[in-house]
C-alpha cells in the first residue's frame, strides 16, 4: 500500500479526507477481490475500529443506520416487518463470513449495478449522510448511486450513516427476490425489492418496488408503484405489473444472461415480489 491510516475517531477520519485523498476501507469485503494479482498501490483510510459508526439507532421519525453496520448486524437487529425485504437480501450477500464483515454502507459506495442493498434501499426510501469537516449534507440514495460504480461522494466526505424514514402507516411491509445461477453467493442476474405501506381501511396508502442489476443503477418504478397505491392490499397484487412499468430499464448482455432474458426475468419477478408481499397476514 501507498499509505495507510487507521483513525481513532470520526474527526480524525475527516480531518484526513480533507488533507489529501484516501481510498475508505470498512468491511474490504469488495476492496480486496478487486485487487486480487495486482500492487495495493491505493492510500488506505481503514475506519474499522470507529465504534461511533456502530449501532442501529430507532429515532422518532426514522432509523439511523450508522456505516459500520455489517449485514449480520442487521439481520440480528430488532427491525419491523418494513426491513424483511432488507434482512432477505442480507441473508443472500456471501456466505456468513461475508455477512459478518461486509457493510451496507460499502455496497452502497460500491455502487455494483448488481448489489443487493441498492434496490431494497431505495424501495424503503432511504437517505445518506455525508459528513466532512465543515458540514452534513443528506441526499437520497436515488441521487447518491450515479451509475456503475459511481457515487455523488466527494473527496472530502464520509459516508456516516444510511437513514430510513418511518412510515405515516401504521403497518408496512418489505419484501425482496433476486435471480442468479444458484440460489445463494451468487451476482445477481435481476432482483426486486418492494415495500407496501397499507392504510387502516387495508388499502395500499404508497409502494415503492426498486429493480436491480437490469441497468447501470438500481431503479424504482413509478408508474407500477403509482397503479399500486389505493388497490387492496392482498393476495394478486402482482397482475398490477406490466411490461411498460419496465421500460426505464437498460439490461444489458453478459455472461450471466442476455437483455432480454433479463428484462423478461424482472417482469416475472416484480410480479412474484408483488404477489407474495400482497400474501402478507
Known sequence: MAGYLRPNSVSEALEALRARRWTVLAGGTDFYPERVGKP???DVLDI????A????????????IPALTTWSDLLAADLPPLFDGLKRAAKELGGVQIQNVATLSGNLCNASPAADGVPCLLSLGASVELSAVDRVVSLPVARFVLGNRATALGPD????????PKPKARRAYGHFLKLGARRYMVISIAMVAAVAEVADDGTIRAARVAVGACSAMAKRLPDLEAALKDRRFAPGLGEAAVAAHLGSLAPIDDVRGSATYRTDAALTLVRRALDELGARP
Open 48 to 51: 474499522t475500529a470507529l465504534d
Open 40 to 42: 495495493l498501490d491505493d
Open 157 to 164: 466526505q464520509l459516508l456516516t450513516a444510511i437513514v430510513v
Open 53 to 64: 459508526l456502530r449501532g442501529i439507532e430507532a429515532r422518532s421519525d426514522h432509523w439511523r
